[in-house]
């Protein structure tokens, strides 16, 4: 298995090696070998500390006007237009699993296994994929700034958040009963506990104990179904440092960097599998809609 996956993550890394070794953001301080000590248990998982009800309150007060729908306003007019070489909008075009043009309770339903695809994709993924066969775009061009920055925000975040809008307070609901879909989860459980890198950690290495933090970071057990939707809830997010809004995708691969693994290649079945698993194990729980994350 380990074998495998190894093999799976090569394959897909963009740059491999090279990217890999030159971390562009030499260590931030202390980063990178505290990291491991800065991961510990917080005595009482669930006291919550003055600077998270300090965030709580700040998110809830926020939430009455989330910056989120700007974008949300954004993407449903790219939704409608007809663009791309094609001329053809995405809502006359574009199949989320809820029928053609369809984006009521699509956000939930995905990841999810696509014949026509012959992938089990995430919403950013299937949305990823309409634009380039619906309505003609280049993969590369989406793929050479497909995260928002502090300088722009890319048509595909806009419109990620527009359809995640549409699941607001709707069960999460990825079909593990699909077998594609199953084995799209199974990967993606034993990507989350493959150690590798300069430091050996793997994603549960940081996401697997209750209560663990990174400095002022609660980092969320995505083992569990209560762990797992912290880590679902509020993506897309608008994330206030940096004022950017960006997608769970984004987040994937930023986690990525934090293990000091090489970058996922965007849009890949290595993204599209960690999120199966989980989003999968988030199962059943309600998902509130793009939020505000710090
Ligand atoms: C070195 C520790 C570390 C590793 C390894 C790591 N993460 Fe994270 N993760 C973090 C931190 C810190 C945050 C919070 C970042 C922030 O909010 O700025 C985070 C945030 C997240 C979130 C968002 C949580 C939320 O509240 O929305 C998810 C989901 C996540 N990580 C998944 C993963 C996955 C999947 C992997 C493996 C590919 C992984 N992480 C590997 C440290 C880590």
Request: glycine share 8%; hydrophobic share 40%; aromatic share 8%.
């Amino acid at each position: 298995m380990k074998r495998l996956i190894a093999g799976m993550l090569g394959g897909l890394l963009v740059m491999g090696g090279a990217a890999a070794q030159t971390d562009k953001k030499p260590a931030s301080k202390p980063a990178a070998k505290p990291a491991a000590q800065a991961v510990q248990a917080a005595p009482a998982a669930e006291v919550k500390d003055a600077a998270t009800l300090e965030f709580e309150k700040f998110r809830a007060e926020m939430e009455d006007s989330n910056p989120a729908e700007l974008f949300e306003m954004k993407g449903e007019e790219q939704w409608k237009a007809k663009r791309g070489p094609k001329n053809v909008s995405l809502a006359e075009s574009c199949d989320l699993g809820k029928g053609v043009g369809q984006v009521a309770g699509a956000y939930v339903i995905h990841p999810r296994y696509y014949a026509d695809a012959n992938a089990v994709m995430d919403l950013e993924r299937r949305v990823v994929w309409c634009m380039v066969e619906k309505q003609g775009f280049k993969f590369d061009d989406i793929a050479k700034k497909p995260f928002a920055d502090s300088n722009s925000t890319p048509d595909i975040t806009n419109l990620v958040t527009y359809v995640a809008t549409h699941s607001k307070n709707m069960k999460i609901a990825v079909p593990l009963d699909d077998p594609k879909v199953r084995d799209a989860f199974e990967t993606g459980k034993a990507m989350a506990a493959y150690r590798a890198g300069p430091y050996d950690f793997s994603c549960n290495t940081c996401h697997s104990g209750d209560g663990k933090r990174i400095r002022m970071q609660q980092l969320p057990n995505i083992s569990t179904p209560e762990g797992a939707i912290k880590g679902v809830q509020g993506w897309p997010g608008y994330r206030m440092t940096g004022g950017v809004m960006l997608t769970h995708q984004w987040r994937m691969t930023d986690c990525f960097r934090q293990q000091r693994f090489p970058q996922p290649k965007y849009a890949s079945d290595a993204i599209a599998n960690l999120l199966t698993y989980m989003i999968g194990t988030a199962n059943g729980l309600e998902y509130k809609g793009p939020g505000i994350k710090r």
